[in-house]
């Protein structure tokens, strides 16, 4: 069984802030790690993905995330946050052979002028 | 643009209507998803498709019937819903295969409300 805590389902930062939102995973085999955002009224967009390999992930719009197996975090950052970042953000795990998405319960993301 | 399209956008029927969502891909993708979302709330998997075949139907009630007539379209029809299925309904696809590492890519969704 897999399962995903996001910490926190509102963050606000000013722009030009660093941008951190947390996720923790639990999983009994070697996790695959999403994050996706969701614009008003869109459908779910891949940010980023860890799979294998390197545990800094680097994705779109200058977002990234560390994947720390010992702390079962995959964080996501920005380091300057802009106003069209404001969205809400999903951390998902899929693991073993289950083609399943486990979602977290969101971060909604304001960024302040 | 989002490479999974899904028509309509909107969805405005009653009770007693039917009618069916449909979804789009042409990336060659083998497994197809669908999933409810609700307002402020991340999206429930309803069913999978893998290679044109339902593998997974997550207890989803018989008022929702899906379809796959071939590896780029995915249907959902619908039949005398009720208010709480007033939702965003999204489709997905991905490249399938045993391992789960492929990402799932999402359309923008029918938004469907129920008079």
């Known amino acids: 069984a897999q399962s995903v805590t996001q910490l926190g389902s509102h963050v606000s930062v000013s722009e030009g802030a660093l941008v951190l939102l947390r996720c923790n995973y639990s999983?009994?085999?070697?996790?695959?790690l999403f994050w996706y955002v969701q614009y008003p009224n869109q459908g779910l967009q891949l940010l980023l993905k860890?799979?294998?390999?390197?545990?800094l992930v680097k994705g779109i719009n200058g977002f990234e995330a560390e994947f720390k197996k010992s702390e079962t975090s995959f964080h996501l950052t920005k380091p300057s946050a802009h106003m069209s970042d404001a969205a809400e953000y999903f951390c998902?795990?899929?693991?073993?052979?289950?083609?399943?998405?486990?979602f977290g319960s969101g971060t909604q993301l304001t960024v302040l002028p | 643009d989002t490479e999974v399209t899904q028509t309509p956008k909107h969805l405005v029927m009653g009770m007693t209507n039917k009618k069916s969502l449909k979804c789009e891909q042409h990336m060659g993708h083998r497994a197809m998803y669908w999933y409810k979302q609700k307002a402020k709330k991340p999206p429930e998997l309803m069913f999978v498709y893998s290679y044109e075949k339902l593998s997974i139907n997550e207890s989803v009630p018989s008022r929702f019937s899906p379809e796959c007539p071939n590896s780029s379209l995915l249907n959902l029809h619908l039949h005398a819903l009720q208010p709480e299925d007033s939702a965003l309904y999204l489709c997905?696809?991905?490249?399938?295969?045993?391992?789960?590492?492929?990402?799932?890519?999402f359309g923008d969704g029918t938004r469907l409300s129920i008079l």
């Open positions: 999983s009994s085999v070697p996790p695959y």
């Open positions: 860890y799979t294998t390999g390197a545990t």
């Open positions: 998902a795990v899929s693991a073993g052979s289950a083609r399943q998405l486990t």
């Open positions: 997905a696809s991905s490249s399938g295969g045993r391992l789960s590492n492929q990402p799932q890519h």
